[in-house]
Antibody
Framework: QVQLVQSGAEVKKPGASVKVSCKAS????????MHWVRQAPGQGLEWMGI????????TYAQKFQGRVTMTRDTSTSTLYMELSSLRFEDTAVYYC??????????????WGQGTLVTVSS | SYELTQPPSVSVSPGQTAKISCSGD??????VCWYQQKPGQSPVLVIH???KRPSGIPERFSGSNSGDTATLTISGTQAMDEADYYC?????????FGGGTKLTVL
């Protein structure tokens, strides 16, 4: 069965960077794109970008251009999202979420459990 | 940038039909997905390609999309359907989410 298991909660200071991992199992990661989506406390879902694990190409939301880097390690089936120059407003739950395939390709068919990143001085 | 607009809240009585709208410029030309999110949980896909239900999603969930508005319809709403619902579409190779609608079953 498909599982996306994310790394644990993080507390960071403003200006620091955070790197969240997402270990995929139950499928071949190079066959499915992976989204990263975040959700601030009490707020809605916000799309950050997407990575094609087959080759590593990325598309980032304009809002995060220059601050976000999405990478993958195919040998360990792990994907990473690094966000730099953290601000208080980056406090959120960060999700990795698998892009569907075929007729499901417009949507997200599996989500990680989420990683809470807290930015605090 | 492309925007999707949802009402912040919708209320429905148990057994009645709930309709949640999602509006965007020429949204009918795009495919829309809908997600359900319960407190403390990750979202779950309930509708894709405007009208299709993934395996395991009850038949009471249905969708439509035309013009500038997509609609998620929940027929015979149950207490377990109380949740936040988000629409999502693609625009210029980027995914866009609506702001979310809190569905209250009372």
């Amino acid at each position: 069965q498909v599982q996306l298991v994310q790394s644990g909660a993080e507390v960071k200071k403003p200006g620091a960077s955070v790197k969240v991992s997402c270990k995929a199992s139950g499928y071949t990661i190079t066959r499915y794109f992976m989204h990263w989506v975040r959700q601030a406390p009490g707020q809605g879902l916000e799309w950050m970008g997407i990575i094609n694990p087959n080759g590593g190409s990325t598309t980032y939301a304009q809002k995060f251009q220059g601050r976000v880097t999405m990478t993958r390690d195919t040998s360990t089936s792990t994907l990473y999202m690094e966000l730099s120059s953290l601000r208080f407003e980056d406090t959120a739950v960060y999700y990795c979420a698998r892009k569907g395939f075929g007729e499901l390709s417009e949507g997200i068919d599996y989500w990680g459990q989420g990683t809470l990143v807290t930015v605090s001085s | 940038s492309y925007e999707l607009t949802q009402p912040p809240s919708v209320s429905v009585s148990p057994g009645q039909t709930a309709k949640i709208s999602c509006s965007g410029d020429k949204l009918g030309d795009k495919y829309v997905c809908w997600y359900q999110q319960k407190p403390g949980q990750s979202p779950v896909l309930v509708i894709h390609q405007d009208i299709k239900r993934p395996s395991g999603i009850p038949e009471r969930f249905s969708g439509s999309n035309s013009g500038d508005t997509a609609t998620l319809t929940i027929s015979g709403t149950q207490a377990m359907d109380e949740a936040d619902y988000y629409c999502q579409a693609w625009d210029s190779s980027t995914a866009v989410f609506g702001g979310g609608t809190k569905l209250t079953v009372l």
